[in-house]
């Protein structure tokens, strides 16, 4: 069996979870939130995502890096990735920040450290990693995924620095 991949019951426990602190919300909040799709299909460095698409919400984890960081995930990527349904039903995802004072009091609700991103080590897993691509705006450089560059190159996106908020720009270095 590979050891970078959940056994089936290990995938019952992270969805039991996710229905546990579903259901604690519920009651903390008095919402009637709903069963979450849950997939084990997500790939990169990232351990869990929230996802909203075309009306219809998902959770997706990534097996590998639940498989190696099992125990520490089952309670802090999982109550993180709750906690974005959570403020995504209460308040909507154009009126607060990702990980702002409100998602926060549901990771603290939750008994869990409302940590942005986790600490673990993925040096060691067989995990994908997007090239990335030098981008520039006027005051430093950054670097966009692939996913992100080819939403700037077909114009479905435009990105902007956070700092000056001027729009990034593909640097020359990339030309």
């Not at 039991?16 to 997939?39: C, D, G, S």
């Not at 089952?74 to 409100?102: D, F, M, Q, S």
């Not at 998602?103 to 940590?115: A, C, E, I, S």
Request: net charge positive; hydrophobic share 35%; with cysteine.
């Amino acid at each position: 069996m590979n050891q970078f991949l959940l056994t089936k019951a290990q995938k019952n426990q992270v969805i039991h979870q996710t229905r546990h602190y579903i259901e604690l919300a519920n009651q903390q909040h008095n919402l009637n939130l709903t069963e979450i799709k849950v997939k084990f299909d997500l790939k990169g460095r990232t351990s869990g995502m929230f996802m909203v698409r075309n009306g219809l919400t998902s959770i997706r984890y990534n097996e590998i890096i639940f498989s190696h960081y099992f125990e520490d995930s089952l309670i802090n990527t999982v109550a993180h990735e709750v906690a974005h349904y959570v403020v995504h039903t209460i308040w909507g995802v154009k009126k607060v920040k990702p990980h702002g004072k409100e998602w926060q009091q549901v990771m603290l609700m939750f008994d869990v450290k409302p940590d942005v991103t986790s600490q673990y080590d993925v040096s060691g897993l067989p995990l994908h990693r997007q090239t990335q691509h030098d981008y520039s705006c006027g005051c430093m450089m950054h670097q966009l995924s692939t996913t992100r560059h080819n939403k700037v190159q077909k114009k479905k996106a435009i990105y902007k620095c956070r700092k000056c908020r001027l729009p990034l720009r593909l640097s020359s270095r990339n030309i």
